[in-house]
Each structure stands twice: as structure tokens, then as C-alpha cells.
């Protein structure tokens, strides 16, 4: 099986990440080295922005999304890949290193590139209206809508803010909405 190649430099934790990654794709990584990022590497970051591109991919955890967020502070054109908690979930912790090869394959296949929200396509009132908040199975709801998404769980303010980032249509999100059995 040929391996892909991944152009963007790929933003991870550490060297366990960085490991597993090297055994599923052909890709350079820049490692943070936990979530006290330092400017050196936001220095990085910033070449990586510049030359080839980046995409941030990190454990689907609290310091994981931390990671995420800080750089996104910095950085909000940066892509993003998303890995679940399933799915990188093992006996001895949570984290890409992990995750099987196809899963992360599968991850940066489908990467996402996040906008400038303008216009916010989608309102607290369509969130209320999809039941993703204020009921109590908005939780099932959103973890049903974010897992088939693969865009990582979300409370439902971070939802709507990612769904308009991404730029994903109310039509695709009803799509979805539509296929979930209450029971799931």
C-alpha cells in the first residue's frame, strides 16, 4: 500500500504523534511539545503558513483543544483535521498516536479550511429549531451531527460558530439531522 503524501505541514503534540503519523502518510510534522506553545514554534508555524501550508491536528482532548484554539488565535486560516474521541482511544490513553492509519488517512482526507465569518449562516434559532440546543438530547444530537461531520464535539455555541467557519450549508446539516434515529 502506497502511502499519501501530505504537502502542508502537519501540527501535532509530540513525537509519538509525529511517529504515528509517519507510519500511515509521507508528511513533515512540527511538534508543540504540549499546550504551553512557545513563540519559537509559532515562529514555526508562521514559516509553514507562509511556504506550504499547514493543518493543525491534535488530540481530541481539553489540552488537545486547547492547543487548537491557541493556535487558531493566531493563525484562524489555518486548516483543520479532526480525529474522534473513539477513534483515537486505546487502553492507555486518548490521542492520535492511537488512532489507526486509516483513520488518520481518512482524517486529513478530509481536511477542513476555515473562513472569515462575514454573514453567519446559521442562527441560535436554527440550532434551537434543529434541537442541537436547549433540550435534553441536544448533546446525543450534536456528538450524532459532529461525529458524521468529522469536525470533533462541540458544545452547541462552539457548533454553531464551527458549522459557520466551515461554511456548512443548513441544507447539508438538515441531511444529516434527518438520518439520526432518536434511539442513537
Known sequence: MDKPVINEIIIVEGRDDTRRLKEALICETIET????????????????????????????????????????????????????RE???????IGIEHASIETIQSALKNVLVNHQVQDEEISVQDMQSWRLS?????????????????????????????????????????AILSELKEDE
Not at 477513534?87 to 490513553?93: C, D, I, L, V
Not at 435534553?136 to 470533533?152: A, D, V
Request: no cysteine; aromatic share 6%.
Open 33 to 84: 511539545n504540549g499546550s504551553a506553545i512557545n513563540e519559537r514554534t509559532m515562529q514555526e508555524i508562521s514559516v509553514a503558513m507562509a511556504t506550504r501550508g499547514a493543518i493543525i491536528l491534535t488530540d481530541p482532548d481539553f489540552p488537545g483543544h486547547k492547543i487548537r484554539n491557541t493556535i487558531l488565535e493566531r493563525f484562524p486560516d489555518i486548516k483543520e483535521a479532526f480525529i474522534s
Open 87 to 93: 477513534a483515537a482511544k486505546s487502553k492507555r490513553g
Open 134 to 174: 436547549g433540550i435534553g438530547n441536544s448533546k446525543t444530537r450534536r456528538e450524532y451531527l459532529t461525529r458524521q461531520l468529522n469536525i470533533g464535539y462541540a458544545n452547541a455555541k462552539q457548533l454553531r460558530n464551527k458549522l459557520n467557519r466551515y461554511r456548512i450549508g443548513k441544507d447539508r446539516v438538515t
